[in-house]
């Protein structure tokens, strides 16, 4: 059976609130930059992890230099102590109250710890092989594998990327720049120049999806079966003592295949093994969704997704591409890494690659020339009649769209509320 590395699954459906970094002074913002580009161009002729998202994630985490933990602590990438961490510790309020931060002597130690702990995570391993120029496969591969819970971590970086042209250290890191080229930050404080303005960091609260879900605080139904929305930290323990499932069978509901005690972001787990076809034909992918994202969404077991759709677990669907959940899919979708549409050579192998033949499920839903759907998930105190009118359709057409057999609707179910 395909596993997963644990990752950010769910991620994208937690609600956090979000100060938006207009309240940096832009010459803090430029200051750390101009202190820690040198570092950052260095630990990425090291270790390969880009300077762009080094100085983004250490902008954001330390608001630009100025955080009390990274005062206290010189840690400017938030990472926290875990059970391997022998070294120096200091104790801040964060997702709980006093929880354990490693502490450094010098930054350029944090900087140096980031890039080790980011390398020698097999979490963070697929990021390694995008290019290292690919600052948002970067940002939203952190946000996919857990490294934060804020629902809005991926754009934060990019916005601070393309602001502050963070992208030209990765070049110079890379030699195709020289460092008098093009550099934002000339100087360290006081007296900082800059080349030319720099844009202040808009808020980024209308750059969510419209769709993100917010699931109940208890127990609910996705396709189905039985599944909770746990929060960041929690341990798996006291799941297993509150759900009497153990440890392994609930990593084994959820495709995971992990040693952690806790869970390292936000997410969906299920209580039930889930279904091997979906509660609809199809999902169309969103920006920040991975295979595993949408399978643990969609309630489908996340071996299932891959075989309708002829992918491999190291091959991720391109934003758009729409993922077949109860019939074998005619090709495989288009990649994220590529411009173009897979070419089928011939009958049962796709770009050389042979994928597995399962026996096709039963669909509800004609599977010639389908339209795209859009989805919603059923939240608490909606109803059909309510539903239909925040999507200005009919009752009529969303019993038709979803096969109901009846007016009432339960929370955490999914709908097909309008058709593309």
Not at 76 to 97: E, L, P
Not at 211 to 223: A, K, M
Not at 258 to 268: F, G, I, P
Request: charged share 25%; glycine share 4%; proline share 5%.
């Amino acid at each position: 059976m395909m596993r997963f590395i644990q990752s950010v699954t769910i991620g994208l459906f937690a609600v956090f609130i979000y100060q938006p970094l207009a309240a940096q002074k832009e010459q803090d913002i430029l200051d750390y930059i101009a202190t820690y580009k040198d570092i950052a161009i260095r630990e990425m002729q090291r270790t390969g992890v880009p300077a762009a998202i080094k100085l983004a994630q250490g902008i954001h985490e330390t608001q630009a230099g100025k955080s009390d933990l990274v005062q206290r602590s010189n840690n400017h990438f938030g990472i926290k102590c875990k059970d391997t961490w022998k070294g120096d510790r200091v104790y801040h309020d964060d997702d709980a109250r006093d929880e354990c931060f490693r502490r450094y002597t010098r930054s350029e130690d944090s900087y140096i710890d980031h890039s080790d702990f980011l390398k020698s995570n097999q979490r963070y391993a697929f990021l390694f092989a995008l290019d290292p120029t690919d600052y948002e496969g970067w940002a939203y591969g952190l946000r996919k594998a857990g490294y934060a819970t804020n629902i809005r971590y991926s754009q934060i970086l990019i916005a601070l990327i393309k602001n502050y042209h963070l992208e030209d250290y990765s070049m110079i890191a890379l030699g195709k720049m020289n460092e008098g080229d093009h550099v934002v930050a000339t100087a360290s404080t006081p007296g900082l120049t800059r080349n030319q303005p720099v844009a202040i960091i808009p808020d980024l609260t209308q750059q969510l999806p419209e769709d993100v879900p917010v699931y109940p605080v208890s127990e609910f139904q996705i396709n189905g079966t039985r599944v909770i929305f746990a929060k960041a930290n929690t341990a798996w323990l006291s799941l297993v003592e509150k759900y009497r499932i153990s440890k392994s069978t609930l990593w084994d509901f959820n495709d995971l295949e992990v040693d952690d005690d806790e869970l390292m972001s936000d997410q969906l787990v299920f209580l039930q093994r889930k279904r091997k076809i979906g509660a609809t034909p199809f999902h169309v992918v969103k920006r920040g969704e991975s295979n595993y994202i949408i399978s643990q969404s969609e309630g489908i077991r996340y071996e299932s997704l891959l075989a309708l759709n002829h992918l491999k677990g190291d091959q991720e669907p391109a934003v758009g591409e729409r993922l077949y959940l109860q019939a074998t899919s005619p090709s495989r979708p288009v990649l994220a890494t590529e411009n173009k549409p897979a070419v089928i050579s011939n009958p049962g192998q796709i770009n050389g690659y042979t994928p597995p033949v399962p026996k096709p499920a039963t669909p509800t839903f004609e599977q010639s020339a389908q339209p795209l759907f859009t989805m919603h998930i059923v939240e608490s105190k909606e109803t059909l009649y309510s539903i239909s009118k925040k999507f200005a359709v009919s009752v009529d057409q969303l019993v038709e769209w979803n096969k109901l057999d009846s007016l009432s609707v339960r929370v955490g179910q999914s709908l097909i509320v309008a058709k593309k």
